[in-house]
């Protein structure tokens, strides 16, 4: 298994440029996530989901949009990037069931806005 | 709903020294409580977990005690190494369903031989 990928690795934009941050996981998860990483922050939730179809906000949702087509994919849209979005972006998996919660996390996707 | 509280860093260490990185947590129930570790330029890989209260959870000479006395899950290493350095974050399950986890900020901690 490959486990969560994540797409591009690092990526440079313009302010009000569009781009796509790819996810994807070939563990038959149902929950997943994505969150920003910025210094001194932490890691916070931007949205999540639980299955295909259904998607809901996290903590820092404004500016993000989320879709869940497939249960492999979970893209996640910058519709007008803007610098305060220059932060380092994870995305997750965890299954359903079971006790731990534990998530899989992605290798990351590092972007800056100028 | 449930929260983590982790001491700030950064942590400068001598190799072979003494860790502590504490965390606490307000949560309702007794939710799994876990460590993660992101070493330089990487993404995150899970250290250690405890699913109950009183369980230690453990993994290459790190461990942590679930203490639900003291609402605490404080990460420890007997003799550190430099390869240890890294950022080092407590988490716990967001909300009744756990669809994704709660951070705390992250420890850095910097090992120097």
């Known amino acids: 298994n490959a486990g969560v990928t994540q797409t591009p690795k690092f990526q440079v934009l313009k302010t009000g440029q569009s781009m796509t941050l790819q996810c994807a996981q070939d563990?038959?998860?149902?929950?997943m996530s994505w969150y920003r990483q910025d210094p001194g922050m932490g890691l916070r939730l931007i949205h999540y989901s639980v299955g295909a179809g259904i998607t809901d906000q996290g903590e820092v949702p404004n500016g993000y949009n989320v879709s869940r087509s497939t249960t492999e994919d979970f893209p996640l849209r910058l519709l007008s990037a803007a610098p305060s979005q220059t932060s380092v972006y994870f995305c997750a998996s965890r299954p359903t069931g079971g006790a731990s919660y534990e998530q899989y996390f992605g290798p990351g996707t590092r972007l800056t806005v100028t | 709903g449930n929260s983590v509280t982790q001491m700030e860093g950064p942590v400068t260490l001598s190799e072979e020294a003494f860790l502590t990185i504490n965390c606490t947590y307000t949560a309702t129930g007794y939710p799994s409580l876990f460590w993660y570790v992101q070493y330089p330029g990487e993404g995150l890989q899970l250290l250690l977990k405890a699913t109950k209260a009183d369980d230690k959870g453990s993994n290459k000479g790190f461990e942590a005690t679930y203490r639900k006395e003291t609402t605490s899950f404080h990460l420890e290493k007997g003799s550190v190494q430099v390869s240890d350095s890294a950022v080092y974050f407590c988490?716990?399950?967001?909300?009744?369903?756990?669809?994704?986890?709660?951070f705390g900020k992250g420890t850095t901690l910097s090992v120097s031989s």
């Open positions: 563990m038959n998860h149902e929950y």
């Open positions: 988490a716990l399950k967001r909300g009744q369903a756990g669809t994704a986890l709660i």
